[in-house]
C-alpha cells in the first residue's frame, strides 16, 4: 500500500476508534453511577460489597483506557509548533519529578539545537510514557539512574530516554510496541504503541534497547524538517 494511503486509512481507523470511545463513555458513567450508589447502600452485605467494589474498579480500569485513546485520539490534526526542545523538555520532567525514584538528568551532546516542529501536547503524552516507564522499571534497582540524552544528525533531533532497571527480555523487546502488550499488574498496555503512532505521524521514529537487569534506552528520531503539513487547529 501507498504511504499516503496507508496514513489515510490509520486516520479513518484513528477516528473509528475516538468515536467508538466516545459512545462507550457514557454507559460506562451510568455503569458507575449505578454500581457507586449499590455499593454505598449494600457494601455491608457480604459479597455483594465485594462484587460491587470490583465492578467499580474494573469500570475505572476502562475509563483510563478510553481517556488514553481520546487523548491520543484528539490529536489526529497536529497542533505543531516550533519548539525548543531543551526548555520543553525541562517543562516536562519539573512535573514528572515529583515522587520519581531518581534525578531525570538532561545530558546535550551539543551545546545547541535547532527547533523542532512537533505537537507539544502530543509529545508530553510520549515523554510521560516513558518517564512512566522508567519509574516502574527503576523499582528493581538501589541505585537509579534515569537519563534524557539530547543530541542530533543532520536531518534529525535525536533524544534517548535511559533508565538503569530492570530491562525487557530479548524475546520480548519486539513485543512492547504492541497495544495492549503489558508484564504489569496494572497495566493498560498501550503506552508505547501510542507514542510510536505519536512519533510516526511527525515523520518520526521510536524504537528501544535494553540489557535485561541492566536498563533499556528508549530512542526518538524527530526530522527537523518534518514534511508533515501543519494541520492548524
Ligand atoms: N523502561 C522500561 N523498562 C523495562 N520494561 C519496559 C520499559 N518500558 C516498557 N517496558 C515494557 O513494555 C511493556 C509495555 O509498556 P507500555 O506500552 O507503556 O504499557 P504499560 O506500561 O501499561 O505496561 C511494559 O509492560 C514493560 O514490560
Ligand atoms: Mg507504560
New binding site residues.
Partial sequence: MKKKKRVEQADRTERMVAALAHEIRNPLNSMKGASQYLHDKYSGTPEIGEFTSIIISEINRLESYLNEFLNFSRGIKLKLRQTDIESYLNGIVMIVKHGFPSEIKIIKKKTSFPKIMIDQEQFRQVFV??F???R??LKCTLDPVCQVILDSDKKNMLLT?R?N????PAG?LN???T?F????D??????????RSIAVRHGGKIS?K?APGR??A?MISLPFHTGVKHAGK
Fill in positions: 510514557n516513558l512512566s516507564n522508567a516502574d522499571a530516554v533508565d532497571g530492570c530491562g525487557i520480548k513485543q512492547i510496541f497495544p502488550y503489558t508484564t504489569k496494572n497495566g493498560l498496555g498501550i503506552g508505547l504503541s501510542i507514542s528501544a535494553s536498563g533499556s528508549f
